[in-house]
């Protein structure tokens, strides 16, 4: 570069923002440059997608995107928001909760701009206190609509290649615990030992509780793996014998030698590439990766949710609309208040929710966007049929906002480490393990709820029970 | 003669120079050492999951968690078993691979000691991502090896298998640092006079009584140096046992660090992080240390009075 260049360039570079801040504010937010962080990978191309579309209708503003690694996104974005550093808008963290995140003032209210109007678009039911709103402001909205959360991939090849198939040539889909198990055998029989009946990648941590959670829950375990049983308002996985049922058929599926041998140091993703070269049959994950799948061009499967015991399920997945009605937010410390909402306002616009649901990502909050007849992609349209999978359920802080005060704290073991205890016969007694599980879990919901009420929070343990729930119907949650 | 003993302020001044070169040293060390420690020292009193300022007061509790956790004590029985298997299997090792690389006659001896040195200025994350990579990727493909050569009985998840997880972390830390050792032995044994091996010639000592005799002596206190660094860097292991297994399946790889780790930053999960509590553990695992320094020295210093008084 020219002595001259390189001066220009730095004279340039030194009265930009000093030009840009004496003109109006509309003029500075039309020229602003909006960090946006998520940990949205598999979905990069339609995050990519809605940027330049965004970018092309809002002439000057830039998104500098920052997708980070999922299990680490906490961490970071915490060190960030404490060293104020945050970026314009983000993917709101699993932790801390919500009500600890605007606590410590990183959240901005996005009231100025969220009115009556905007959240009606929505539908009924979607704002409320101790979901997205606290003390009275708003601090995110829906984004995502409520399908089955997790889902058992089947593939076709293998499937196929073991004699799974119906008489007009389609894959035999496995709808009870039984169907899974004659399918896993023949996989890992038929293939000569070159493949295997299951696999799945826990060396994050997590993916033995999903498919813990997918089992138990058609079996009629309504907690699954993340809740508590709301019928009792407590942990039940030593008290409800499904959970112990399936555990046991999970450990004469390894006995048996029908999951894939590495599962327990692979990763996630890992395992979904090792699923796509026929590594093995059956994979339980999420709608996510068929992003990933199409991507690498594995189209050749199918899926199914809630496998049970008997051909019809028990229990569904259930969504309280309080915890399902945040996905993004805006950073207190903004510099550019009006252009990170223009963003944040995009990312939720109905053509963004119809384009994500088209990209087969998910379901949308627009429940207009999720018509099947819509998706060309086969395995996405399933998906979207399974979206009667996942009911209203109950809301403990919906019925009384008072529990959004409630920290409960985590407990180590958790079931995750539990079951890897299991599986890896590190524990023996699965009644044991479990029974000290509900006990750790119980005690810290108590003493959770107990340190609220100590600190003048109007909340018991019975805000946790709903004994009218009949967990095969919608539910709605009767104010207190 | 009468000498005038110079005032402390007044050598101080003298050297004064030495002290302002020691300066920035010694403020880098305030703040980055130093002062974590002491704030650290006051978060151990507190349930504090990092964000804003602590405030709810726990007094001793969080010591009494820890003490009380079987899996501190699992993560405290890992890491002693890291550093009692690689210590001395790569300082023995190291000092046999220097001796060979230190032989004058020894053709393409750089060559060989950059070989054993590359692992060293490989990051351990990297090093650690392609071994898990290897594993994951190709575990079956190892094990149907195996399984063809009769040398293995069924499938075994490498990392994932408890019998064997720990295994493979210690095998790959002894390969990953021995390169240190290794140099540091060169170093020391190229410190040794030529002439002290001549004169064991003329005296008639053969290989064996001259490593006894003046290798083994003279590398006393390089040697201390040496065993004194390969326990600090391996009571310090860390980055491979996360990459590699994240201290799992179920607690089975687990090193003090990596539980610090996981109480400070959440671990897996939704879990909240809780720095109170990793600074306890943090605090209680150094006294740990310190206590087994002290009865490591006060036994040193026992024998050798003994050995003194024969």
Request: charged share 15%; aromatic share 12%.
């Amino acid at each position: 570069m020219q002595r001259r260049t390189l001066i220009k360039a730095a004279v340039a570079a030194a009265f930009t923002p000093a030009l840009a801040a004496c003109g109006s504010d509309d003029k500075a937010a039309a020229g602003s440059q909006i960090t946006s962080w998520d940990w949205l990978v598999s979905q990069a191309d339609w995050m990519d997608q809605e940027i330049k579309l965004f970018q092309a209708a809002h002439g000057g503003n830039t998104v500098k995107k920052t997708t980070q690694v999922t299990d680490k996104y906490p961490d970071l974005f915490a060190l960030a928001a404490r060293s104020g550093t945050a970026p314009d808008v983000f993917q709101i963290a699993r932790t801390p909760t919500l009500q600890e995140q605007v606590s410590s003032g990183w959240l901005l209210p996005l009231d100025k701009w969220a009115n009556e109007s905007w959240k009606s678009k929505f539908g009924p039911g979607w704002f409320g206190e101790g979901g997205n709103t606290f003390g009275g402001k708003t601090y995110s909205a829906p984004f995502t609509g409520a399908g089955s959360n997790l889902q058992l991939y089947c593939h076709h090849g293998l499937f196929k290649q073991a004699g799974l198939v119906n008489a007009d040539g389609t894959p035999q889909l496995p709808k009870t615990w039984d169907d899974v198990t004659r399918a896993a055998e023949a996989i890992t029989n038929k293939t000569g030992g070159k493949s295997f009946g299951l696999g799945f990648g826990n060396s994050q941590g997590g993916a033995l509780a999903w498919l813990t959670e997918i089992f138990t829950r058609g079996a009629g375990a309504v907690g699954g793996t993340n809740n508590l049983d709301y019928r009792v308002g407590k942990w039940t996985y030593s008290t409800d014998r499904n959970y112990a049922d399936f555990i046991g058929l999970l450990l004469d599926w390894k006995r048996r030698g029908f999951i894939f041998p590495t599962a327990m140091s692979a990763s996630d993703e890992q395992a979904r590439a090792f699923f796509a070269q026929g590594k093995f049959g059956m994979i339980v994950n999420g709608v996510w990766s068929q992003a990933a799948w199409k991507e690498s061009k594995f189209t050749d499967y199918s899926l199914v949710t809630l496998p049970s015991p008997t051909a019809t399920p028990q229990g569904y997945f259930y969504y309280g609309q309080g915890s399902s009605a945040r996905m993004f937010g805006i950073s207190a410390k903004t510099a550019n208040p009006d252009a990170a909402f223009a963003w944040l306002d995009w990312l939720y616009s109905k053509e963004a929710g119809q384009r994500w649901v088209k990209a087969g990502l998910g379901l949308s909050a627009y429940p207009e966007n999720n018509d099947p007849s819509l998706v060309d992609f086969a395995p996405f349209a399933q998906y979207v049929a399974t979206s009667t999978t996942n009911l209203p359920g109950p809301d403990p802080t919906l019925r009384n906002p008072e529990l959004a005060k409630v920290k409960v704290d985590a407990v180590k073991p958790d079931i995750n480490d539990v079951l890897a205890g299991l599986y890896t016969s590190q524990l023996k007694d699965v009644a044991g393990a479990l029974s000290e599980l509900d006990g750790r879990l119980n005690k810290a919901q108590e003493d959770g709820v107990a340190a609220a009420a100590k600190a003048g929070a109007k909340v018991s343990m019975a805000d946790f029970v709903f004994a009218d729930w009949d967990p095969r119907k919608p539910y709605a949650v009767k104010p207190a | 003669m009468n000498v005038r003993r110079e005032s402390l302020a007044g050598r101080m001044w003298a050297a004064r120079w030495s002290y302002a070169y020691a300066l920035p040293m010694m403020a880098l060390l305030l703040v980055f050492i130093v002062y974590p420690i002491a704030a650290s020292l006051g978060y151990t009193l507190y349930k504090w999951n990092g964000i804003g300022d602590p405030s709810q007061y726990v007094g001793l509790d969080n010591f009494r968690r820890i003490i009380g956790d079987s899996i501190f004590w699992g993560a405290v029985k890992h890491t002693f078993l890291y550093v009692a298997i690689v210590v001395p299997v790569q300082l023995f090792l190291a000092l046999g691979l220097a001796l060979v690389l230190n032989q004058k006659k020894l053709k393409f001896a750089s060559f060989y000691r950059t070989v054993f040195f590359l692992p060293v200025v490989t990051s351990a994350a990297v090093v650690g991502v392609v071994i898990q990579l290897l594993f994951s990727n190709f575990g079956d493909v190892i094990n149907n090896l195996l399984l063809d050569l009769h040398l293995i009985g069924g499938y075994i998840d490498w990392l994932g298998d408890p019998r064997f997880a720990m295994g493979i972390i210690i095998v790959v830390g002894i390969w990953h640092t021995l390169g240190y050792n290794l140099i540091y032995f060169l170093a020391g044994l190229q410190t040794i006079p030529e002439e002290l091996y001549e004169a064991a010639r003329l005296d008639g000592a053969g290989r064996v009584a001259m490593f006894r005799y003046v290798t083994v002596p003279m590398l006393r206190s390089v040697g201390v140096v040496i065993l004194l660094l390969a326990l600090v860097g391996s009571f310090q292991v860390f980055d491979m046992v996360q990459v590699l297994t994240n201290g799992g399946p179920f607690f089975a790889t687990e090193v003090v660090n990596t539980y610090i780790y996981h109480l400070a930053f959440g671990g897996t999960g939704d879990v909240d992080p809780d720095v109170g509590l990793a600074s306890a553990a943090s605090f209680f695992y150094g006294i740990l240390l310190i206590a087994l320094s002290v009865v490591q020295v006060l036994v040193i210093r026992s024998l050798a009075r003994r050995r003194a008084a024969k």
